[in-house]
């Protein structure tokens, strides 16, 4: 089990840059997992962003985002990062990082941070 801790959330214009980042702790390293960011908007289900493997050799985004965020890591200092750029409305949402398998799909990811806020004003 892995202890995911985020940051980097917060207020920014449409067209605007957030960097989230994504702290790992416990029994077993990082590096282990595959490590994903999903969001959930209000009133609306939670959705795949963007996945890497554990060495960071293969990436994968939605659709809505690709072009415009990447997924990156540092399995030395166990921490995941999502650079999100030219923001959207649409892209408000609480921003969570999970630790899995590499995929899309929620139900490979057993492992959970809180969650970090994303608000893009128009």
């Known amino acids: 089990q892995v202890q995911l801790v985020e940051s980097g959330g917060g207020l920014v214009q449409a067209g605007g840059s957030l960097r989230l980042s994504c702290a790992a702790s416990g029994r077993t390293s990082v590096s282990s997992y595959a490590m994903g960011w999903f969001r959930q908007a209000p009133g609306k289900e939670r959705e795949f962003a963007a996945v890497i493997n554990w060495s960071g050799g293969s990436t994968a985004y939605a659709d809505s985002v690709k072009g415009r965020f990447t997924i990156s890591r540092d399995n030395a200092k166990n921490t995941v990062f999502l650079q999100m750029n030219s923001l959207k409305p649409e892209d408000t949402a609480v921003y969570y990082c999970?630790?899995?398998?590499?995929?899309?799909?929620?139900?490979?990811?057993?492992?959970w941070g809180q969650g970090t806020q994303v608000t893009v004003s128009s």
């Open positions: 999970a630790a899995g398998a590499y995929g899309g799909d929620a139900s490979q990811f057993g492992s």
